[in-house]
C-alpha cells in the first residue's frame, strides 16, 4: 500500500497530513481526553506529511509539493492568529477540512484531502480543532503562497470542480457489517484517505469510484492495486500480513514501503492502535476485487536468484560498453554489496530480497526507477530502514545519470523481475523531475481561449447586425 506523496502528484491535489511530536501547548480549559483524541486522529489523518516541512516546526507548512500543474506550499496550520488558523471558528475550521473552503471563503486545492475527509464525524472535527487550536504549539511565520500557472490559479474553478466531484456525505454505517468492518471503513475512506493516492484519476483528475484503490500514479512513485484482487492486488495477503505491513513497512518476501507510503507508515499508520489497524485490514481485504492487465501474474512472487557476474571477467570498459553489459557493471558497483550478488537481500532481511519482491515484480517500473532516484528512509518501532539515492544529490559524485539508471533498472527487471516495458531514460527524466506533467493547464487555456474567441465573434457579429443600415 502506499498513500500520498509529496508529489504528490494529484494534479489539484495535495494539502494535508501525518504526525508530529506533542506539544507542551495546550489550553488549561481543554478537555485532556478531547486534545489526546484531536492528536490521534490527526495522526491517522497524517496531517505532518504536508504540513510539517523538513527540518522545520511541526505543522508550520512550507513543504514544497510537486503537482502534475504546477508546485503546491503547504500552508501554516498551527494555532498562530498571523501566519497560521488561530482565527478559524470551528465551524470555518470544518468547512476547511470537510470541503476545502478557508477562512476567507477562498478555495483549497484538493490537497489536503478534503474529498475524503468530508465523511468525517462532528465529534472527529471538533477533536481536531481542539487538538490544533490548543495541543499544537503556534507557529508566526507565514508560509508562502501558492502560485499554480493561470488558470489553474484561480481557485474560484475549484466550486465547479467541487460540484462535480465532492462527496458531501457523512459515513453511514452498513448495519449488515460488523462495528470493526465500519471503522475499518471510516478510516480508510476518511482519516488514511487511501482512496486518494491508489485509486485511478479522471481526465479532470476526478477519483475514478468503479476502479478504487486499483492504484494510481501519485507523483514519481505509483500507488499499486491494493483490492482484493489475488493477482492485480493483494487478494493473496492476510489480514495478519496487511497489519504487519502497515505497521513496519516491512512484508519480507513480499513488499516494502518507501516514498510516500513509508512516510505514511512512519508518521501515521504505525501510531494507530492494533484494534484499528486490524479493522483496516478487516475493511481492506472486502474491497471488490479489480483486475487491471498490466497486472496479470502476482507481483509478489515474480523472479528467481541469479547473477551474471562471469560476463564481466577481463573485460575492458569499451568491452563492456560494446557488450551492453553497463547494467550488470553498474548493480555490482552498487547494489550487489547491499543485495548480495545473487538479489537474495540480506539474511537478516534488513536488505530486501529482489526477486519475490512487489518493486521489481510490477508492471510499472516508476517505484523501481523512483527507489534508485530517491532511496529509501523508514523509521519505525522495528528501527531505521536505509538505502541512499542514486540521484537526488546534483554535485554527488555518485550520482546516476538518466541512461545509467535505466540501465541499471532494465538489469534488475530482466534478472530479478518480471520482463516488462524497458526503460528509457526519458522514464527516468520524468521520475527524476517528480512525475508526468498535466496537459490539464494546457486544455484549459486552449478551451478558455476558444470560448473568448466564440464570445467576440458573436459580439462582432451582434454588433454588425445592429449597425447595418435598413434598406430604403
Known amino acids: 500500500m502506499m498513500k500520498r506523496s509529496h508529489n504528490i502528484a494529484l494534479p489539484l491535489m495535495l494539502l494535508a497530513g501525518s504526525f508530529f511530536t506533542a506539544s507542551s501547548y495546550a489550553a488549561d480549559n481543554t478537555d485532556s481526553d478531547v486534545l489526546a483524541r484531536g492528536k490521534y486522529i490527526a495522526t491517522a489523518s497524517d496531517c505532518a506529511a504536508c504540513h510539517t516541512n523538513k527540518g522545520s516546526k511541526d505543522f508550520a507548512g512550507g513543504l514544497k509539493i510537486i503537482s502534475p500543474v504546477g508546485t503546491i506550499i503547504a500552508s501554516n496550520i ?10 478559524y471558528t470551528e465551524q470555518q475550521f470544518a468547512d476547511a477540512v470537510r470541503k476545502g473552503i478557508r477562512r476567507d471563503g477562498a478555495n483549497l486545492y484538493p490537497a489536503m484531502p478534503y474529498t475524503a475527509y468530508s465523511v468525517m464525524t462532528d465529534e472527529d472535527i471538533h477533536a481536531l480543532y481542539e487538538y490544533f487550536m490548543h495541543g499544537v504549539t503556534p507557529v508566526d511565520v507565514k508560509a508562502p503562497e501558492t502560485a499554480l500557472p493561470f488558470p489553474m490559479n484561480i481557485r474560484m474553478s475549484m466550486k465547479a470542480w467541487n460540484l462535480l466531484f465532492l462527496n458531501n456525505q457523512p459515513f453511514t454505517a452498513e448495519q449488515s457489517q460488523s462495528a470493526e468492518w465500519n471503522r475499518g471503513k471510516y478510516l480508510v475512506d476518511g482519516a488514511a484517505h487511501c482512496s486518494t493516492c491508489h485509486t485511478p484519476r479522471g481526465p479532470l483528475m476526478e477519483e475514478e469510484g468503479s476502479k478504487a484503490l486499483s492504484g494510481g500514479l501519485v507523483g514519481a512513485w505509483y500507488a499499486p492495486n491494493i483490492t482484493s484482487d489475488a493477482e492485480s492486488g493483494i487478494g493473496t495477503w492476510s489480514k495478519a500480513d496487511l497489519v504487519q505491513y502497515l505497521r513496519s513497512g516491512n512484508l519480507p518476501g513480499k513488499a516494502q514501503a518507501a516514498g510516500s507510503m513509508g512516510e505514511a507508515v512512519e508518521h501515521s499508520f504505525q501510531h494507530l492502535s492494533d484494534a484499528d489497524l486490524n479493522a483496516i485490514a478487516t475493511y481492506i481485504k472486502t474491497v471488490p476485487a479489480v483486475s487491471t492487465p498490466e497486472n496479470k501474474g502476482s507481483r509478489f512472487n515474480q523472479g528467481t536468484p541469479g547473477t551474471t557476474l562471469g560476463k564481466l571477467r577481463g573485460l575492458s570498459q569499451a568491452d563492456i ?9 553498474l548493480f555490482q558497483g552498487n547494489c550487489a554489496s547491499c543485495h548480495e550478488p545473487l538479489g537474495e537481500g540480506s539474511k537478516d532481511k534488513y536488505y530486501p530480497s529482489l526477486f519475490n519482491n512487489s518493486v521489481t515484480g510490477a508492471a510499472n517500473s516508476n517505484n523501481l526507477i523512483a527507489t534508485i532516484l530517491n532511496g529509501v528512509n ?44 524497458p526503460v528509457t531514460p526519458e522514464d527516468v527524466a520524468i521520475v527524476r523531475q517528480g512525475g508526468p506533467v498535466s496537459n490539464l493547464v494546457t486544455l484549459a487555456r486552449v478551451g478558455m481561449g476558444v470560448g473568448a474567441a466564440v464570445v467576440v465573434i458573436f459580439l462582432l457579429w451582434l454588433f454588425a447586425r445592429r449597425t447595418k443600415k435598413p434598406r430604403a
Do not use: C, W
Open 378 to 421: 523508514r523509521t519505525t518501532k522495528d528501527g531505521q530502514v536505509f538505502m541512499p539515492g542514486f540521484g537526488d544529490h546534483p554535485n554527488d559524485i555518485n550520482n546516476l545519470t538518466n541512461e545509467q539508471v535505466a540501465q541499471l533498472a532494465n538489469y534488475v527487471i530482466t534478472t530479478y523481475g518480471k520482463t516488462a516495458k
Open 78 to 87: 498551527t494555532p498562530s492568529k498571523t501566519a497560521g488558523i488561530g482565527d
Open 321 to 329: 560498453t560494446a557488450k551492453n553489459l553497463e547494467g550488470l557493471g
